[in-house]
């Protein structure tokens, strides 16, 4: 039995765009409707950050500890710290040694004394803004471990031109067309909106489970210092 040996199925944003309509039973020509259909899109993406750990967006960041400097900005993309570390170095080897940090909420870090005092960090805030930081505590001296490194869930790229592809995996693009399919029902066919919802989450709950890790066993620790804000 012949096969076709590719396994690189993708979509474009105007292909997604067109099935969308088609899901919803309307043919689109005019310029508005795509620059609707390209907007809800990215409303969709941006929602998926609500949604949990999208895996193929975490990313390892190493950043050089300066002595006296507890405070550090995250790259722009980022929206979250999983987790973090401080290192004797960059990289990996049997030369480097890493020690894991505890991570904290605010009021944790408000209660905390004497913030300025230098040593070696055991924990680290997440200032959750429009770009976070990552603040250590103690202060570090950068004596011995001279970087943290840490994951962070980076956000989805917007979709820009019509000609470009998305940046999801591909155990995502069904529910991408079904989402798109969703939110353009509220404006186009109302009617068709609560099966179209259910669809979408549906797919969306079977693709979030497939981009579990897969471990001998999971586990969710759930930690709290202080009152959670």
């Known amino acids: 039995m012949a096969t076709s040996g590719t396994t690189t199925f993708d979509l474009n944003i ?21 620059r609707s259909a390209r907007r809800s899109l990215n409303l969709l993406l941006s929602e998926w950050g609500n949604r949990g750990v999208h895996l193929w967006k975490v990313t390892l960041k190493e950043q050089q500890l300066t002595a006296g400097t507890a405070t550090y900005t995250t790259p722009a ?49 997440v200032n959750r803004q429009k770009t976070p930081t990552v603040t250590l505590y103690l202060t570090p001296d950068a004596s011995t471990y001279t970087y943290v490194k840490y994951y962070y869930i980076g956000r989805i790229e917007d979709s820009g031109a019509y000609t470009n592809q998305t940046d999801i995996v591909y155990r995502f693009l069904p529910c991408m067309c079904s989402g798109l399919a969703y939110y353009l029902s509220l404006k186009k066919a109302p009617q068709l909106t609560q099966g179209l919802k259910l669809f979408y989450e549906d797919e969306l709950q079977r693709a979030l489970t497939e981009d579990g890790q897969r471990t001998s066993v999971y586990i ?5 210092y202080g009152d959670g804000v």
């Open 14 to 34: 105007d292909d997604i765009i067109e099935e969308a309509y088609e899901r919803c039973g309307v043919r689109t020509n005019s310029g508005h409707d795509l």
């Open 220 to 224: 969710s620790p759930q930690t709290f």
């Open 77 to 125: 993309d980022c929206n979250d710290v999983l987790e973090a570390y401080i290192s004797t170095n960059t990289g990996i080897g049997t030369s480097i040694t890493d020690v894991a940090l505890t991570k904290i909420d605010r009021s944790a870090y408000a209660a905390l004394p004497n913030k300025g005092s230098r040593g070696q960090p055991s924990q680290y805030f």
